[in-house]
């Protein structure tokens, strides 16, 4: 078991509506990214953060945003929700910035409607 | 830019036969190199990965996978598949200079019939 955990397993939400992500890092792990997956795709790389900093940003625009908070739990926010928003969002703790072994979570499956 | 190609989009196996996933990777520094399986639904699980030294990995549930420099490869093999292993696999990069970022594959579906 992983221990990263994320909430809600499954949301619906309507076009131009604004959701929120949480997900709750493996114990002691200061990093967390944030994936996108498109049904039928690979994951795509949305940002990370590292003690509660963005630290890199993949291709997405600027309302997709996020926190990591002091327990380094994280948030996804999306703004202006578009159809093509639904996906799988996983998130991912790793033990230290460039420690390259993430450990996943179950993901959210956000419907948009 | 960085990229990762898993030209198969589904495998079909028999239960007991081998198996070997073909992955091919475009980077320009020495890769960081994994694989990842995800069940229906699931997140990802890590099956291994390959940093540095010896160029045949192994990672859990018997699988191994082997790092091919000259070919920009990293297959996947498997000895003898089980109905577990039904799963979708997915090949992954990762760029230490861009903050770890894991770039993946598309996937390749694997089926395994009785």
């Known amino acids: 078991e992983t221990g990263v955990t994320q909430s809600p397993t499954h949301l619906i939400k309507t076009r131009g509506q604004q959701v929120t992500l949480r997900c709750s890092s493996q114990s002691g792990h200061n990093t967390v990214s944030w994936y996108q997956q498109a049904l039928g795709q690979g994951p795509q790389f949305i940002f990370q953060y590292y003690r509660e900093e963005e630290n890199g940003r993949g291709n997405f625009p600027p309302r997709f945003s996020g926190l990591q908070f002091p327990n380094y739990s994280s948030e996804l926010n999306v703004n202006a929700l578009e159809l093509d928003d639904s996906a799988l969002y996983l998130c991912?703790?790793?033990?230290?910035?460039?420690?390259?072994?993430?450990?996943f979570g179950q993901g959210t499956r956000l419907t948009v409607v | 830019a960085q990229s990762v190609t898993q030209p198969d989009i589904h495998i079909t196996v028999s239960e007991g036969a081998s198996l070997e996933l073909r992955c091919n990777y475009s980077y320009g520094a020495t890769p960081y190199l994994f694989w990842y399986v995800q069940s229906p639904g699931q997140g990802l699980q890590l099956l291994l990965k390959?940093?540095?030294?010896?160029?045949l990995v192994q990672g859990i549930k018997g699988f191994e996978a082997e790092f091919k420099r000259s070919q920009s490869s990293f297959n996947l093999r498997k000895p003898s598949v089980h109905w577990s292993d039904a799963a979708e696999y997915f090949c992954a990069v990762a760029q230490r200079e861009y903050g770890n970022k894991l770039v993946f594959g598309a996937g390749t579906i694997l089926r395994v019939k009785s």
């Open positions: 991912a703790s790793s033990l230290e910035r460039l420690n390259t072994e993430a450990f």
């Open positions: 390959y940093f540095s030294g010896d160029t």
